[in-house]
Structure formats: structure tokens, C-alpha cells
């Protein structure tokens, strides 16, 4: 592994979600520094990580190509070890590292889907009925974190809108709204309270039905061809690939179609720093970095970031007459 020298860091690799400064956020945000901190040192390869966790899973069975371009560009998965064990789920740890041994024994079985809201017919999905709404797929697609680092993970999954199709949405529906478990002895940060609780709870995110509804737009049960670990969102998160990484929301259990733009948990920690629709875009700065490279984990090369994390041609129809800067 290729470990930079501090002064070849660049800013973009030492920030971090939890560092806003927003007036309401302060105190917290100094509340967190410590922890900030040790992120820091991780980057600069001088805090030795915690041990990385291997863990055996369920191999899914038949798992089909993609249905829908995965415009790769030649570009290879990362590698599984780090895709498990280089995480944010604010849920388990503030630390990247911290992630992997404090999800190790969540238990994600039995687990459900509330689909609800403007649907004609409103359903409780279980498990197995999840993983049957439609063939599974590899789709092998780039993340790229709001945080300006990137991998490429091998995600088995389905798209979105094949599960949206069977609650059948009424014409009032124009966003789709999603929540992560609230379950504090399972997600142990759920427990903290005042300055040391780093989230409002449960996480939630929210798409456009239009981008709800893209074959992109996936649901994810697996990575590498085995259901998902803990750290990575199981049994079941979203995947929105031309979008920051906050937007891939992890351990659904509420999904939820609605007439209006539902709160997002990062919009409204710091709506100057990210938006609702927080779509990668090299052009458009966050306020404290810039966005127009990204550090891929693994090989620790640095490369330009692309509009829409090189989806473009799939979804920049989307956002037709839209001002990009405004709606960032
Ligand atoms: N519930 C929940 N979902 C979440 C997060 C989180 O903290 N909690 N972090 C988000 C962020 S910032 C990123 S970059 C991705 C990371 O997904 P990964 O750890 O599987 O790579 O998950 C997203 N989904
Ligand atoms: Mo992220």
C-alpha cells in the first residue's frame, strides 16, 4: 500500500461529514473533534486502524448481469476487505475503521420493509420476499463520498423502481422517503444523548420519485456475490450511484411516498454543505473543499471527478432547466 507523505495530503482527504461549523452545530462539533482527529491520522497512515474484520457470509445464488449499462470505463472493484472495513455508519462509529468490529454481530434476520404513504396498495415486504421482487444483479458501480474519496464496489442488487411498481404510487406521489432502523441496542450510537449523539435518529434520506424510478437507482442486498455485512448497510440499503455517498441510505425499514421534499438527516445538519440532491459534480465546491478530485481507497490515486460520477449520459436528463449550483 502506497502511504502519501503528510505534506502531499491534500485538505479534501482531512475533512470529514461531522466538522460543520453551522452556528446550532458548534459546540457539537468541537464535542467531536477528538474523534475527527484520530480520522486525520488514519489518513496520513500514522494511527494504526483497528483490526480489519473478516467475516463469513451467504453466497447468493444466481446472480444475473446487469440489466442497465454500468459504464465502468475499464475501472476495477475495490478491494473487498476494504469496502467492509473503510465504512461511515454514523450509527456504529464516527471512525472508518471504527465501523467493522462494532457491526460484527448485528443481527439483520428478521427484517422488513414498511412501503407506505401515496400507494394504492401499501405492504410489508419481508426478507425473502425482497430478494425475489426481481432477478438479482451485479451492479458494479463507483461511490463517491461527499468526503472526496471513492471506491468501485460489486453490488448485488435490484432496481428500486421494481419494488415501487408493486405498491403501485398514486399521481400525487413526487418524492420517495427512506429511514434507516431506529433500534438504540443495535445501533449503539442511537443511545448517545446532548453533545456526545453526533445524528438526529433515525438517518433519513429522500429522492425524487423521477430518480426513485431510474434503472440506476438500486436496492442493495449483496456486495462481491454475498449478502451484505453489517458495516455496509444489511440486510438491505439504497444505492443511488451518480449521487454523494449520504444519499445511499443503509438498514431501510421505512419507505415512504409523499406528495412533498422530505427532511434529509444531512440537509439538515448543514444545509449549506449538503443539499438534497447532492449530486456529484467537480464544478460545484463544498464550502470547505473542493470537489473536483477524489482519492480512490486501495490505490490511493488521486483522479478528476466526473459530473454525475460518470453517469451522466443515464441521468443528466433529469436535471434538464435545472441550476445545478442552486440545487446542489
Ligand atoms: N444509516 C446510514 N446510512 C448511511 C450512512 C450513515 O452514517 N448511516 N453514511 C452514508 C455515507 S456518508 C456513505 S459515504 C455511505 C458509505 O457506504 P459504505 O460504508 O457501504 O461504503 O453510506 C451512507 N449511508
Ligand atoms: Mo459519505
Redesign the pocket.
Known amino acids: 500500500m502506497l502511504i502519501k507523505k503528510p505534506d502531499d495530503i491534500k485538505t479534501s482527504e482531512i475533512t470529514d ?1 461531522k466538522l460543520y461549523f453551522s452556528r446550532r452545530n458548534f459546540i457539537r462539533a468541537v464535542a467531536l473533534g477528538t474523534s475527527a482527529t484520530l480520522t486525520t491520522l488514519a489518513y496520513r497512515g500514522l494511527f494504526v486502524p483497528e483490526e480489519k474484520v473478516l467475516v463469513n457470509q451467504e453466497v447468493i445464488s444466481n446472480v444475473q448481469p446487469s440489466s442497465t449499462p454500468l459504464n465502468l470505463n475499464g475501472e476495477e472493484p475495490t478491494d473487498f476487505i476494504d ?1 467492509t472495513n473503510y ?5 456504529f462509529s464516527l471512525s472508518k475503521q471504527g465501523v467493522a468490529p462494532r457491526a460484527k454481530n448485528f443481527i439483520s434476520r428478521p427484517w422488513t420493509i414498511n412501503v407506505e404513504g401515496l400507494v394504492n396498495k401499501p405492504k410489508v415486504f419481508d426478507l425473502d420476499e425482497l430478494f425475489k421482487i426481481s432477478p438479482l444483479e451485479d451492479r458494479t458501480y463507483r ?1 463517491r ?2 468526503e472526496a474519496w471513492s ?1 468501485v ?1 460489486p453490488w448485488v442488487g435490484f432496481p428500486l423502481a421494481k419494488l415501487l411498481e408493486k405498491v403501485e404510487p398514486l399521481s400525487s406521489a413526487k418524492y420517495v422517503a427512506f429511514e ?1 432502523l431506529n433500534d438504540p441496542e443495535r445501533l449503539p450510537n442511537q443511545s448517545k444523548t446532548g453533545l456526545f449523539n453526533p445524528l438526529d435518529w433515525p ?1 433519513k434520506e429522500g429522492l425524487r420519485l423521477d430518480e426513485a424510478m431510474h434503472p440506476l437507482t438500486i436496492l442493495a442486498v449483496g456486495i462481491y456475490g454475498k449478502v451484505l455485512l453489517g ?3 444489511a440486510p438491505i440499503r439504497l444505492v443511488v450511484p451518480w449521487k454523494y ?2 444519499k ?4 431501510i425499514v421505512k419507505i415512504k411516498l409523499v406528495d412533498r421534499q422530505p427532511i434529509t438527516t444531512w440537509n439538515v445538519e448543514a444545509p449549506n454543505e449538503y443539499g438534497f440532491y447532492a449530486n456529484v459534480n467537480p464544478e460545484v465546491s463544498h464550502p470547505r473543499w473542493s470537489q473536483a478530485e477524489e482519492r480512490r481507497i486501495g490505490d490511493f490515486a488521486y483522479r478528476d471527478t466526473k459530473l454525475f460520477n460518470g453517469y451522466a449520459d443515464q441521468v443528466a436528463s433529469l436535471y434538464n432547466n435545472m441550476d445545478l449550483r442552486k440545487y446542489f
Open positions: 461529514e469496502i465504512n461511515n455508519f454514523y450509527e461511490l463520498c461527499v471506491m464496489v434507516t438517518y458495516q455496509n448497510g455517498g449520504f445511499s441510505i443503509k438498514s
